[in-house]
């Protein structure tokens, strides 16, 4: 291979678009990045060139000269269908902003302070934190490093940017849809620990109390995942006790709670929603699927993302020093897993009891 060859083969640099239409590199570099000065004769035949010679600037290089990276840093949990689809409405709206993300992951082995840590390592200028279940102290500690965004939970002290739906709202929704549906016996799967699923549990037991069905609140034990929901469907379908009856619908945590839900109900024989309603949290891609069908309650969450990438450029670009939480009404989607209870005398005791 000769150095003709080579020469080809190189990245074309800022240099050689300059030669190619005979003005200076600093000229060239005004043309590209869309500043004042040059005419538009010079505009016209700096960017064909560059285009012609398949000239793309040293994004890295550039950033690093003016000390910016202007990527914003995403943790999520890769369990969730839900926190993926989010992800894809982060990049479309840090795109718009010229930001790009980097992306790191909860796992079973990883937990949110090394997710975090790989994001303060990658030279991110903000944090984006879905659904974080960490200390809000520790939360407010990272915001006084870099602005903090978080995305679904109040979090309860100032310090950090809040956006997220009104997630007790949420569940209230689902229980005003069953109870005029004509249900009484609700029951809730829980989502264990922390703030958003805290919410949601005193926006079920609220919900009851509401409706006049304070001795009919249940509250079965769970967590955000599809194991949680396969346990409590276990325990809705089996005859455990004769002192309390099956419920005729249950609210869960999310939806992946209630995949395992529908998954144990079916594989028991419990027909939805002939024999039982069932409501999720979160309007995943999964819950559009026409074999589940889930009724669910919709975040809205491309205006949720939408706010948090803003409220991100606020602080980086625009100089903003306060905090600021904002709550956005969240929404029902009524299909096919919710019904009236079964028209049966039986209704609201364990099935085959």
């Known amino acids: 291979m000769d150095g003709t060859e080579l020469g080809r083969q190189a990245r074309p640099r800022l240099e050689d678009v300059a030669a190619e239409v005979g003005l200076s590199p600093a000229s060239v570099s005004l043309v590209l990045r869309g500043a004042a000065g040059p005419s538009a004769a010079t505009r016209e035949r ?5 285009g012609r010679l398949g000239y793309r600037p040293d994004r890295a290089a550039s950033l690093l000269a003016r000390r910016r990276s202007r990527l914003i840093g995403v943790m999520l949990d890769i369990r969730s269908d839900y926190h993926g689809e989010l992800v894809e409405d982060v990049h479309e709206a840090a795109e718009q902003h010229g930001y790009d993300l980097v992306l790191s992951t909860i796992t079973r082995s990883r937990d949110e302070r090394r997710a975090v840590e ?10 984006l934190l879905l659904g974080p279940d960490a200390p809000a102290a520790w939360l407010a500690e990272l915001d006084r490093q870099l602005p903090v965004v978080v995305v679904g939970r109040s979090i309860g002290s100032p310090g950090v940017d809040i956006v997220r739906a009104a997630d007790d709202q949420g569940v209230s929704l689902s229980v005003d849809h069953l109870v005029g549906l004509g249900h009484a016996q609700i029951a809730y799967v829980d989502g264990g620990a922390g703030e958003i699923a805290a919410a949601r549990r005193d926006g079920y037991r609220r919900a009851m109390l509401r409706h006049g069905l304070r001795d009919r609140i249940r509250v079965i034990p769970g967590d955000h995942t599809e194991e949680a ?3 409590a469907g276990m325990r809705v379908a089996a005859v455990l006790t004769g002192h309390a009856p099956t419920p005729t619908a249950v609210v869960t945590f999310n939806d992946r709670v209630a995949v395992g839900l529908l998954d144990a109900l079916s594989r028991a024989g419990v027909a939805v929603p002939g024999d039982i309603s069932v ?5 995943s891609p999964l819950s559009r699927l026409a074999h589940v069908g889930l009724t669910t309650v919709s975040q809205n969450s491309p205006a949720l993302i939408e706010h948090a990438v803003t409220a991100i450029v606020e602080r980086l670009d625009g100089g903003r020093t306060t905090h600021t939480e904002i709550v956005l009404p969240p929404g029902l989607v009524v299909r096919t897993t919710t019904a009236p209870p079964p ?11």
Do not use: F
Not at 46 to 50: F, N, P, S
Not at 279 to 283: I, K, N, P
Not at 343 to 353: E, F, L
């Open 279 to 283: 409501v999720g949290y979160d309007d």
């Open 343 to 353: 028209p049966s005398p039986d209704v609201g005791h364990p099935p085959g009891g």
């Open 46 to 50: 700096v960017l064909e060139a560059a």
């Open 229 to 231: 929901g396969i346990r």
């Open 118 to 127: 790989t994001l303060l390592d990658s030279r991110c200028e903000a944090l």
